[in-house]
């Protein structure tokens, strides 16, 4: 019998690719990352045997119990760190994730920089914009995006492969989808983190990468 989370990934991705083809959008595949935190690897286990590779965590601690042995035993799983990231986890991050989506600031781009050159790997990094300008969100705001970007590339030679963002909870996604497009292709970044359970159909619209989708395979979190 299939297990519930794989029937779920398989129906959303049947709607992505039907939504891409009445888009007609050629060459364009993108990944779905299985937001899993606070699941049980019981429950992460039958989508890896299944063949899913991405999945997101967002608290380090967590994660380290739950994926170290996971990822010995299946090497082409990737990670994606999704949560809020504190400087002092940084070093845990390196050694277990393949992707930070939550770069926010200039002193976690120095301590990823220095943990960086300690260890000898780099990791693929998303700097999170604050599009909808929320006091109550973490993100670089629209205005200093370009200079801060400059900076992680040229003062702590980070891989950033692209931006993320989690929109204001007003049913405009699209507005925000749309701006986070245009700033992608200003910067020309080639992956974008954006579209969740609620909106990642229209976030197809706008040519995201990396899908973040949990309540959806998972169901509602406890």
Known sequence: MFHKTINNL???????????????????????????????????LPLINHGHVHFG????????????????????IKLHMVGKLQSNKVKHVLSLFDYIH????IKLAEKISNEQQKVGKKIKIFIQVNIGNETQ???????NLFSFYEKCINDFNLQIEGLMCIPPNDNKSEIYFSKMRKLSDQINLPELSMGMSG????????????????????????
């Open 199 to 222: 909106d990642y159909l229209k976030a197809c619209e706008y040519k995201t990468t990396f899908f973040r989708i949990g309540s959806k395979i998972f169901g509602e979190r406890n």
């Open 137 to 143: 969100k973490s993100g670089i705001l629209e205005e």
């Open 10 to 44: 398989d129906l959303i991705n049947k709607e992505i690719q039907s939504k891409i083809s009445k888009l007609n959008y050629l060459n364009y595949n993108p990944k779905i990352i299985a937001i899993c935190k606070t699941f049980p690897i019981s429950d992460v």
């Open 102 to 105: 939550s770069l926010d600031n």
């Open 57 to 76: 965590e967002n608290k380090v601690q967590e994660s380290i119990a739950k994926w170290t042995d996971i990822k010995n035993d299946f090497k082409n």
